[in-house]
T-cell receptor, first 115, second 111 residues
Framework: SAVISQKPSRDICQRGTSLTIQCQVD?????MFWYRQQPGQSLTLIAT?????????ESGFVIDKFPISRPNLTFSTLTVSNMSPEDSSIYLC????????????FGPGTRLTVT | EDQVTQSPEALRLQEGESSSLNCSYT??????LFWYRQDPGKGPEFLFT???AGEEKEKERLKATLTKKESFLHITAPKPEDSATYLC????????????FGTGTSLTVIP
């Protein structure tokens, strides 16, 4: 398994502002993902962060709202732009490190509150 | 549409009282079914992957099984430290990396 860290662990932000969340992995991984976990709900995939190319977004998520960077095989960022209270969630990054194995390993999450 | 349903939503057990959590799924072409444990304020912790009907995996007091329509997470003689939310996720062959998560079962084990 991989060791994953996220920064910040939590933040309180004002509506209309943006927050960038960092995800660092202790080993090189091909696949990195970003999820959202809204209060009382389960995890929803936002996008796959592709190294060296644009992220692949799931239905309902767009690049202008959630720009993602993946400069190398151990690091990615997710920005939540022009925030509203509806963006209050836990944001998690995950990785799929292995060839031939499909499980994902998750970071500790970033708890975002938008006021 | 691919769906994952977990039951019960919440479960309270006395320490030592064995039980099972259910994960029912509908997916076109299952690639894998995954069980996770999530403690409050933390990210999900990977427990098991099951790939085909009839497969079983065990880890300490936990045993996961898989049929063509559902998976069970059996907890034998649970301890208070087993208290957590248990999440089930499925991945379909045709939908790439997308994991479909259930809403979880919140387990409380009372000493």
């Amino acid at each position: 398994s991989a060791v994953i860290s996220q920064k910040p662990s939590r933040d309180i932000c004002q509506r209309g502002t943006s927050l960038t969340i960092q995800c660092q992995v202790d080993s090189q991984v091909t696949m990195m993902f970003w999820y959202r976990q809204q209060p009382g709900q389960s995890l929803t995939l936002i996008a796959t962060a592709n190294q060296g190319s644009e992220a692949t977004y799931e239905s309902g998520f767009v690049i202008d709202k959630f720009p993602i960077s993946r400069p190398n095989l151990t690091f990615s960022t997710l920005t939540v732009s022009n925030m509203s209270p509806e963006d209050s969630s836990i944001y998690l990054c995950s990785v799929r490190p292995g060839q031939g194995a499909y499980e994902q390993y998750f970071g500790p999450g970033t708890r975002l509150t938008v006021t | 549409e691919d769906q994952v349903t977990q039951s019960p939503e919440a479960l309270r057990l006395q320490e030592g009282e064995s039980s099972s959590l259910n994960c029912s799924y509908t997916v076109s072409g299952l690639r894998g079914l995954f069980w996770y444990r999530q403690d409050p304020g933390k990210g999900p912790e990977f427990l098991f992957t099951l790939y085909s009907a009839g497969e079983e995996k065990e880890k300490e007091r936990l045993k996961a099984t898989l049929t063509k329509k559902e998976s069970f997470l059996h907890i034998t003689a649970p301890k208070p430290e087993d208290s957590a939310t248990y999440l089930c996720a499925v991945q379909a062959v045709i939908t790439g990396n997308q994991f479909y998560f259930g809403t979880g079962t919140s387990l409380t084990v009372i000493p």
